[in-house]
């Protein structure tokens, strides 16, 4: 007689660079209480940062060792080379785990990594208990993520030479047109005109009636978005999206490289440089950790766009090597030169 486990529920977490990803998964890690946690971090770029973010956070029920960054592309592409054997890492883990929770990259589609969810391998032992989009409230309040559809259509009637879509609306649509649940972040910093212009916007894109949750720092109740028992794989040929036509889907439209700096004596000069270059560069999205000269703390740096948060995360540790690292990820065609001489000035 054969013994059959219930499949281990997983939340996956998408949004475009900056959204506030990861800042809602550590909220969710931090008030999921009594469930063990596994974590599939996704990184655009070959440099652990928000995987570094979510270690070291002392919760008893999601132990370092149940974080499994992905480094070699986005999750969409690699689910084959990446996402089975990390799947089959975290189910051979002793206790069990009760749900997993996976941050695709800020540019990756969601889709082909729910259709993963349908191979007989994967289907037996696990299920997406949804899909949560991170969206930036500031950034749409000010425009800076999603263009006016009416307007872009004009754009397109009025010109010839247009015959797609940009790149950054593509990738923000397809991670929409997946949701189960949205989450707009960064409320704190917009008024209720911004607020309702951030929701507008997402309704623009918006394919079927889904649920927007404003919160701020992270802040939203694990039972709003945690055992909704969807089975996204079930439905996702229902959604919609830019790339459904297409056999295999890449980033060539985007750029990513990592930039070493030295220590750096002044945190707050650093940011300023890094705001005036993402401006000036077209810069998507700055973010590492640095060390400031003689401050015992390493500083976290996370820039989307010219807006940049910097904080000191923690200390040193004993015999750990000091080491400014920034990823930068921007569409293609990015100065590298340029970009390294701004920020290293």
Known sequence: MSVTFDRIPCTVVTGFLGAGKTTLIRNLIENLDGKRLAIIVNEFGDVGIDGEVLKGCGIESCPDDNIIELANGCICCTVADDFV???????????????????TSGLALPKPLVQAFQWPAVKARVTVDAVIAVVDGLALAEGRVAHDHAALEEQRLSDDSIDHDDPVEEVFDDQIACADMIVLTKTDLIDADGLALAKERIAAHLPRAVKIIAAANGQVDPAVLIGLGLAVEDDIEN????????????????????????????????????SATAEAENVLRIKGFVDVANKPMRLQVQAVGSRVNHYFDRAWAPGETRQSRLVVIGEKGLDRDAIERMLAA
């Open 85 to 103: 054997p990390a799947i089959d890492q975290i189910l051979a883990r002793e206790p069990r785990v009760d749900h997993i929770l996976i941050e």
């Open 239 to 274: 959604r919609k999206t830019h790339h459904d036509d297409e056999l295999d889907h890449d980033h060539d439209d985007f750029d990513s490289f990592v930039i070493d700096l030295p220590a750096v004596d002044n945190a707050d000069e650093l940011a300023q440089r890094i």
